[in-house]
């Protein structure tokens, strides 16, 4: 099958999600799954355990807020409470890890642009250049009430606000050109004021005047990431990002999402080839399919349907607890229904599943695709779907932490290097470099500011 626009070495891109306990909804009940999310010397293991496999990076997702689910099932989640703020968990783990990147969430909405340029300005020094960024506006509307707000931003304006943000944030990280910090000690000078720049920015949602405190950093910017789903989010994600996070279901989908990505970057202006496309996969790898599949159905035993549900509805924007669970989810999205409801109910159709089957579904996967079987059956679904067009790679989701990881590590990844889909050592040691991505060149965003220092 003809390949789409590639790495020069042919290889896919690997992040690994790991999600605390796994991406199971009933991972934490496992017997084998990390007990707790609170404790640094997991993250050490998992991330070690993919910098092992020669991961590109290490994906951490975020939320300001406890979700929002009835008690009895916000009472058997462990997805969403009781663990780290990321930004602070990667300043700990860049310490005991040499060349897996890190890409962390964090929201422009709730957020300050100084502050937040200015802490991954920091951990970008700190790590030699392997930081990225998954710049999200914050899908849930209780997190506002976190932040002063009675209601959160309406849907198109947390995009404005983000567009400003991010640019903003590009013109805070270029306050000093790269030569700035000249250092001479013989002559006394520490930096070249001449090559500071202040940003003095009054746009419509920020005011910030700048310099930054901090030098421009090894990757120029971090490595920008976005997982809009909305016609909106797929705009900003083609203007700015440069690994796109997708959820399709099945490879149709997934194809239909590629090209729509690499033609919505092309009339930015943008090299398709800068935006990689990684979907999310679930994955549960096991020598045999006899014995995956007996792990998945006991991960299955282990959900209750009120959690399942209130997690559908979660991700559906919407209460599907209004409509019986033996029946299908109706076909026409309800007001207020986000992109996934349409995707679900499609796939509901296809497969003649009830709403009880969806949540399952869900529980199971998270949003997204995944795959329960050998190395075999999981190794040729990847490779069909980075060969064919409908990826650059994957966003890896163990369904359970540490285990399931390393069996992907120890079980798939000698697979996809044998046939010549994974790399075997990092050749950079940029996360750009690992991407296949350019460093930016330093751009004037102002005049030189010496005019306007005393």
Request: hydrophobic residues 40%.
């Amino acid at each position: 099958m003809a390949r789409g626009a590639k790495q020069g070495d042919g290889t896919m891109r690997l992040c690994v999600f790991p999600l605390h306990t796994g991406h199971h909804q009933a991972a934490w009940r496992h017997p084998q799954a990390f007990d707790g999310s609170l404790d640094f010397a997991h993250y050490k293991q998992l991330v070690q355990i993919a910098e092992r496999g020669k991961f590109d990076a290490f994906f951490l997702g975020d939320g300001q807020v406890v979700a929002s689910f009835n008690k009895s099932a916000l009472s058997r989640s462990a997805h969403f409470t009781g663990a780290f703020e990321p930004l602070t968990l990667i300043g700990g783990l860049i310490a005991v890890t040499e060349r897996i990147g890190f890409v962390s969430t964090a929201s422009t909405s709730f957020n300050y642009p100084y502050q937040l340029a200015r802490k991954f300005a920091s951990l970008d020094h700190m790590s030699g250049g392997r930081i990225g960024w998954n710049i999200v506006t914050s899908g849930i509307a209780e997190e506002a009430k976190n932040f002063g707000l009675d209601e959160h931003y309406e849907h198109e304006l947390r995009y404005e606000r983000a567009t400003e943000f991010v640019e903003l944030c590009m013109g805070l990280w270029d306050s000093w050109e790269d030569d700035a910090f000249v250092r001479d000690r013989e002559s006394g000078t520490f930096l070249d004021p001449d090559k500071m720049h202040v940003l003095g920015h009054e746009g419509e949602h920020f005011k910030v005047k700048g310099p930054l405190n901090v030098p421009r950093m090894p990757q120029g910017y971090p490595l920008f990431v976005q997982a809009g789903a909305s016609p909106t989010g797929q705009s900003f994600a083609a203007r700015f990002a440069e690994m796109v996070f997708t959820g399709p279901l099945d490879v149709e989908m997934a194809r239909e999402q590629y090209g729509r990505i690499k033609e919505l970057a092309a009339s930015h202006g943008r090299d398709p080839d800068h935006v990689k496309v990684m979907p999310a996969l679930t994955v549960l790898v096991k020598k045999t399919e006899e014995e995956a599949l007996e792990q998945r159905d006991y991960l299955q035993s282990l959900v209750h349907v009120d959690q399942a549900l209130a997690f559908l509805s979660s991700r559906f924007g919407v209460d599907v607890t209004q409509y019986p669970t033996d029946e299908p989810l109706p076909e026409e999205p309800p007001p207020g229904a986000s992109v996934y409801y349409a995707q679900w109910a499609e796939l509901g159709r296809k497969e003649s599943l009830t709403l009880g089957d969806l949540a399952m579904r869900l529980a199971r996967q998270m949003p997204g695709a995944g795959v329960f079987g050998s190395v075999e059956q999981v190794v040729d679904l990847m490779e069909e779907w980075f060969t064919s067009g409908a990826c650059d790679g994957f966003n890896i989701r163990p369904v359970v932490t540490p285990w399931a990881l390393e069996d992907f590590v120890e079980l798939a990844i000698p697979e996809l290097r044998r046939r010549g889909l994974a790399r075997s050592e990092y050749v950079g040691t940029t996360l750009r470099e690992h991407f296949g991505l350019p460093r930016p060149a330093w751009r004037p965003h102002r005049q030189p500011a010496t005019a306007q220092v005393s």
